[in-house]
């Protein structure tokens, strides 16, 4: 290996490890990022071979990297919407007792005893 190489490898090596420190993310999220990284390496580290098997090797490394970034990107997708659904389910069910209370409020102002 050139010495090229083994300097990208060593900063994917400490892109992993910084992903791996990070606390506020996705534990899902993390992982797959670092899938990324180590496909990103071997590929990095099978063309050197400047063989036709390297070739395929770092074709299968891109495959499985393409793979890891699509499950992330839905996985974003799908977190993003159930959080929206959530929330839009939150504040729907807030929206509804405020305005209970508002009619109970009215009706106390207009000495309507309301049960329940």
Request: glycine share 6%; proline share 1%.
């Given at each position: 290996?050139n010495?090229?190489?083994?300097?990208v490898?060593?900063?994917?090596?400490?892109?992993?490890?910084?992903?791996?420190?990070?606390?506020?993310?996705d534990?899902?999220?993390?992982?797959?990022?670092?899938?990324?990284?180590?496909?990103?390496?071997?590929?990095?580290?099978?063309?050197?071979?400047?063989?036709?098997?390297?070739?395929?090797?770092?074709?299968?490394?891109?495959?499985g990297?393409?793979?890891?970034?699509?499950?992330?990107v839905?996985?974003?997708?799908?977190?993003?919407?159930?959080?929206?659904?959530?929330?839009?389910?939150?504040?729907?069910?807030h929206?509804?007792?405020?305005?209970?209370?508002?009619?109970?409020?009215?009706?106390?102002?207009?000495?309507?005893?309301r049960?329940?």
């Amino acid at each position: 290996m050139n010495a090229i190489t083994h300097e990208v490898l060593d900063l994917l090596q400490t892109a992993r490890d910084r992903v791996a420190d990070l606390d506020d993310c996705d534990e899902l999220l993390v992982r797959a990022t670092q899938e990324l990284i180590t496909c990103a390496a071997e590929a990095v580290a099978a063309f050197p071979q400047g063989s036709v098997d390297g070739a395929r090797e770092a074709l299968s490394c891109a495959r499985g990297a393409a793979a890891t970034a699509a499950f992330a990107v839905r996985h974003l997708h799908d977190t993003a919407v159930r959080d929206l659904r959530d929330r839009d389910l939150h504040d729907a069910a807030h929206t509804g007792q405020h305005a209970s209370g508002l009619r109970r409020a009215a009706s106390a102002r207009h000495g309507v005893a309301r049960s329940g």
